[in-house]
């Protein structure tokens, strides 16, 4: 094999001139036939990782993937730039699987997508012993581990490989583990022997927003308006119920919105999650059922109607954003309750105490990461053992929140928790701070505790400012019953013991009405400034009408980025077009022309 062959495939096949951060490292060591971990961000190019020595390495390579209905996408993908791939799964019929084993056999293909359980079947691996096999890749590797946030019972037996083939190199990929689970992965597939690579976590094309919930349909209504109106994205919702009315909602409001939970049939599923592949402006309201391996590169934006379960979770649904390296958000609105909420489901599930205590401690971080004042980039880059400087767009970079010296307040809410047995929520220790004389309180005896009324300097919502940030820092803990019984931590008697001294952001007024900011310094719109707006939307047109006559989604022609460069360089001949991004040699036979006629219509025109 010649030196260059992973780069003559890259540009000849993919179209991209030059390897991106540590993917040619990463290629040559799976060619030379070493195991390898890959952590990489979501967007970051881990797909090329498996597949470029998939197509240099003899035989075929086997990419385990998880979820059955989106294989079909990527196999679409690769078949446009005329990478031989299939898949062999339980949606398929006897005559489909028949086949793509002919295809194995006589050696065809380079690539093959299974399920995990398929993989684990014994007539399965009996075919695979018949076979030239290339490599293993293990995509969202998390998922073998149960310190992962995605465990799945079906990635255990993965283990299986290294024993029963181990001459085959094995390369996983994951976009989220932090240090415990990363060890986890490396431990249960054999990867000691291997390397690790370990690219940076940031996503520096995604603007983070993080806000306290009031109005939560107005909030995320004005987001939309102001930010992406005519845009692609995902809301995240707690329940089922929540999710079918926010999608009617929005159905209500004129948007083109879809639910997808659980609860809904596999068929409806199936047709909103295609719908979503497939439109250019469309909003998919859903629980975190909805998400793996949906590689929509065009997704300009995901919303949290509430906090997820922990940071990792919260970085991979917002990860969603942006895949294609394009200005994206990522906006969560959030409250007290679903600290609560969150706390419960952890105590009420069937994970052994040690694994609770750990998920209690990540939804901690994750709140942490809510009422911080410092830069959201920091705390979620220092959470993955990562750093960087404050990066000036997200929402605490661009309106830097105000902090006071809560030191005085942060005793006197902890005292009262202290003087109510910690049995009582927000609303009734800001009622006994404020002295308020009410039935209840008066039953408690609570009129008579030293902590009664000595809060009246500040009002009401101020208190609960400071009750919901004593949460995120740990200090006082929401009961694991759901009541909203607040416990004071270890922590929390360590600050009244030292009289030690804590700073709080201040109460924001009327959030709600806060207009969001432009960033400074990222370009709202795709379009980069030399683009030529009209030429772009033609293009675009172009391009949905290639897609529908295909039935395929409009960025497996091509990606926004590949029109945006079009759009500014304009190229006059066949071969000129060869030098934009993304477009490679079968995918100028397939489009070029078609493209090439609307830059000159265009410049006709003009
Ligand atoms: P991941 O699986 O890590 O989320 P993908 O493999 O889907 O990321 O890659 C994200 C996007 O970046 C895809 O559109 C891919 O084609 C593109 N990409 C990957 N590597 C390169 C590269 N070296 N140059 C240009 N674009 C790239
Ligand atoms: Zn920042």
């Not at 029963?164 to 060890?183: E, S």
């Not at 980039?377 to 959470?383: C, H």
């Amino acid at each position: 094999m010649t030196q260059n062959k992973p780069l003559s495939i890259l540009h000849d096949f993919y179209g991209y001139d030059a390897f991106r951060g540590s993917q040619s490292e990463i290629i040559d060591h799976v060619i030379g036939g070493g195991d390898a971990f890959v952590l990489m961000p979501t967007g970051g190019g881990k797909s090329l990782c498996f597949q470029i020595p998939a197509m240099c390495r003899d035989g075929v390579a086997i990419v385990v993937s998880p979820l059955i209905a989106l294989m079909q996408d990527q196999i679409t993908a690769l078949e446009q730039m005329n990478i031989k791939a299939a898949a062999i799964n339980s949606s398929m019929s006897a005559a489909e699987v028949s086949s793509a084993t002919q295809q194995i056999l006589s050696g065809e293909l380079d690539m093959l997508y299974v399920a995990p359980e398929r993989l684990m079947m014994p007539e399965f691996l009996n075919l695979l012993d018949q076979c030239n096999l290339a490599l293993f890749a293990i995509d969202e590797a998390h998922c073998v581990s149960q310190w992962g946030h995605d465990f799945r019972p079906d990635y255990v037996a993965l283990s299986l490989l290294a024993e029963r083939f181990p001459d085959v190199p094995r390369i996983a990929l994951t976009a989220t583990a932090d240090a415990p689970t990363r060890k986890d992965i490396v431990e249960r597939l054999a990867l000691n022997n291997g390397r690790t690579f370990v690219s940076g976590f940031d996503r520096p094309n995604i603007h983070y927003t993080i806000a306290l919930r009031n109005s939560p349909k107005q909030q995320v209504w004005k987001f939309i308006q102001e930010k992406h109106p005519s845009d692609s994205g995902i809301i995240y919702c707690i329940s089922r119920k929540k999710v079918d009315e926010m999608a009617a909602w929005l159905r209500e409001q004129g948007v083109n919105a879809r639910p997808y939970h659980a609860g809904l049939s596999s068929e409806i599923r199936a047709e909103n999650q295609r719908q979503f592949l497939q439109d250019e402006q469309i909003i998919m309201v859903a629980t975190i059922a909805f998400g793996m391996g949906i590689d929509k590169p065009d997704v300009r934006f995901v919303v949290h109607m509430n906090i997820p379960k922990n940071i990792e979770a919260y970085y991979q649904e917002t990860g969603r954003a942006g895949r294609d390296g394009l200005p994206s958000n990522a906006f969560m609105v959030y409250g007290m309750e679903d600290a609560a909420m969150q706390r419960q489901w952890i105590e009420t599930s069937d994970a052994p105490d040690e694994q609770k205590r750990i998920q209690h401690q990540k939804l901690g971080a994750l709140l942490g990461l809510c009422e911080t004042a410092t830069c959201r980039r920091q705390v979620l880059l220092n959470y993955f053992d990562d750093a960087c400087e404050p990066c000036g767009y997200c929402d605490t970079c661009e309106q830097p929140p105000e902090t006071f010296d809560a030191s005085v307040p942060a005793q006197k809410a902890i005292s009262c928790a202290y003087r109510t047995d910690e049995r009582f929520g927000v609303g009734y220790l800001t009622d006994v701070l404020l002295g308020v004389d009410n039935e209840r309180i008066s039953k408690f005896g609570h009129n008579q505790v030293s902590t009664y009324g000595i809060g009246k300097d500040l009002s009401k919502p101020e208190w609960q400012n400071i009750f919901r940030q004593l949460v995120a820092s740990n200090l006082l803990i929401p009961d694991a019953k759901g009541h909203g019984g607040l416990q004071i931590t270890a922590k929390g008697r360590a600050f009244i013991k030292n009289k030690s001294s804590l700073f709080m952001r201040h109460h924001v007024k009327s959030a709600a009405t806060k207009s969001f900011k432009r960033s400074a310094q990222k370009p709202a719109s795709p379009l980069t400034s030399g683009a030529d707006k009209a030429l772009y939307e033609n293009l675009k047109a172009a391009r949905s009408a290639l897609a529908k006559a295909q039935k395929v989604p409009a960025y497996v022609i091509f990606h926004d980025k590949t029109l945006t460069e079009l759009a500014q360089h304009k190229p006059g001949s066949l071969e000129a077009m060869l030098d934009i991004s993304g477009i490679g040699e079968a995918k100028l036979k397939r489009y070029g022309k078609a493209l090439l006629n609307v830059i000159i219509e265009h410049d006709n025109a003009a």
